[in-house]
């Protein structure tokens, strides 16, 4: 059956947004920025996302919030800015396929680390929590987002609560309750936590599956193990939202992936931060990581309780244990064909650190065997394809937003370089830094 697929263009752009609230200026702002708002990057390696490969001494035209032209015959339009941007990679806006918000502060941490669109997967903030500790649901974020002031938050888009049911006719029922706030996609969780709780039968999550189709909605599927994943693609999955990590993917899943024609998303960094935090990560020592982390988290992480208790926790050893799973997993379905689309799963627990768990995702999807220009593509355009919103963003090409990350080193020669960033652009207008009197609060 044909998906109709709940599309980014009906949010508003931020000139709509303006239109709202300030009626006629708009289209004398619009007027005047035509004129005023053209940036020429001149010089960069461009990485434009789509796979091809990186084209040198290059130039970006950006007029508005778009991509106007990039190439190395591009002419730089008379009265642009323009901007030397010799010896830089310019990289399209990082894109999520797997985020979880829960504040305006994580969508700030996301967008100054490059991370220009997140597709949220489930609300993490129940109402009673909301009530007393301040945290938001991801219908109310995507409202602020839409009326942000250009440049200050990401794209987010979101799926609500993640939905469940016990019968059939409860799970139908939950399709239809969520369906007037609109989300973006419709979510479902399969999975018995390692044995602990109950989980949906194929009846029960096949209706949640099938009601949403009927309603146009895309379904995106939590799952664990590889049985698991056959059961909800065979039922009409439209996303695998995690690694299959119980065993070793067969040629009856690589064939349903085809079949489908779906992406794989391998939240690698969601199975790390399971057990990393038993002792001291690395990752507390990357100044990259540092800049954004708020020393409350690293206290609570780094205490000797907690730490011994991720040591005792047959669940972290069990994920811990099944993490080259996943690795091998993700290198065979990427040598198979299958699309991959980067996600990490951060924001849905402790240590799981937006913005900067993406850029490790990147890191690890390379260690799973996939090149630095696989991994690229993974959260670049393969995300937003994956998302349904590739005619907007995802690539550097012409009539794209202009959402792109300037890099002082090529993350083709090493992955890590994703996280040398000389700024960060959404809709063609600087990222502030954090704390900065423009920078999201
Ligand atoms: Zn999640």
Not at 263 to 276: A, H, K
Request: proline share 5%; charged share 25%.
């Amino acid at each position: 059956m044909k998906i109709r697929i709940r599309r980014w263009s009906r949010i508003p752009t931020p000139c709509i947004g303006a239109m709202l609230a300030l009626g006629w200026i708009c289209s004398g702002i619009a007027g005047a920025a035509d004129e005023g708002s053209v940036k020429a990057f001149v010089g960069a390696r461009i990485i434009d996302g789509t796979g091809k490969p990186p084209v040198e001494k290059a130039t970006l035209v950006i007029r508005n919030d778009r991509v106007e032209a990039v190439g190395t015959k591009v002419k730089v339009p008379a009265g642009a800015q323009r901007i030397n941007a010799a010896g830089m990679t310019i990289i399209p806006g990082i894109v999520n396929a797997h985020g979880h918000v829960s504040s305006r502060d994580n969508l700030g941490k996301y967008l100054r680390d490059g991370i220009t669109t997140i597709w949220s997967l489930g609300d993490t903030c129940p109402d009673a929590r909301r009530r007393t500790e301040g945290c938001k649901s991801e219908f109310e974020l995507r409202e602020e987002t839409r009326r942000a002031e250009p440049g200050t938050l990401p794209r987010l888009y979101v799926a609500g609560p993640v939905l469940s049911g016990t019968t059939p006719e409860s799970a139908r029922k939950a399709v239809d309750e969520l369906i007037p706030n609109k989300p973006d996609v419709v979510k479902i969780r399969e999975d018995d936590y390692l044995g602990t709780r109950p989980k949906m039968s194929p009846d029960v999550y096949g209706a949640l599956i099938d009601e949403a189709h009927k309603k146009g909605y895309r379904v995106a599927a939590h799952i664990v193990l590889l049985a698991d994943a056959k059961g909800v693609l065979k039922a009409g999955a439209d996303f695998i939202a995690h690694s299959v990590r119980d065993v070793p993917v067969d040629d009856e899943f690589i064939q349903l992936m085809k079949q489908r024609d779906i992406y794989y998303c391998p939240t690698l960094t969601r199975e790390i931060s399971t057990y990393v935090y038993a002792e001291t990560p690395a990752l507390f020592k990357d100044p990259f990581f540092l800049k954004e982390a708020d020393m409350a988290d690293i206290k609570k992480l780094e205490a000797p309780g907690f730490q011994e208790k991720i040591r005792n926790d047959p669940d972290a050893r069990w994920y811990k244990e099944h993490f080259e799973v996943a690795i091998q997993n993700l290198k065979k379905v990427s040598d198979a064909g299958i699309k991959i689309a980067m996600g990490t799963d951060s924001g849905a627990g402790q240590g799981r650190f937006q913005g900067y768990f993406e850029h490790l995702e990147l890191e690890y999807e390379v260690k799973a065997g996939l090149t630095p220009m696989q991994a690229l593509v993974s959260a670049t355009s393969g995300a937003a394809k994956a998302m349904g919103i590739s005619d907007q963003v995802g690539t550097l090409e012409a009539g794209k937003f202009a959402d792109f990350v300037v890099l002082s080193a090529n993350p083709l020669d090493d992955i890590l370089n994703t996280r040398k960033i000389e700024s960060v652009w959404k809709a063609g207008i600087r990222v502030a830094a954090r704390n900065s009197s423009s920078s999201p609060k």
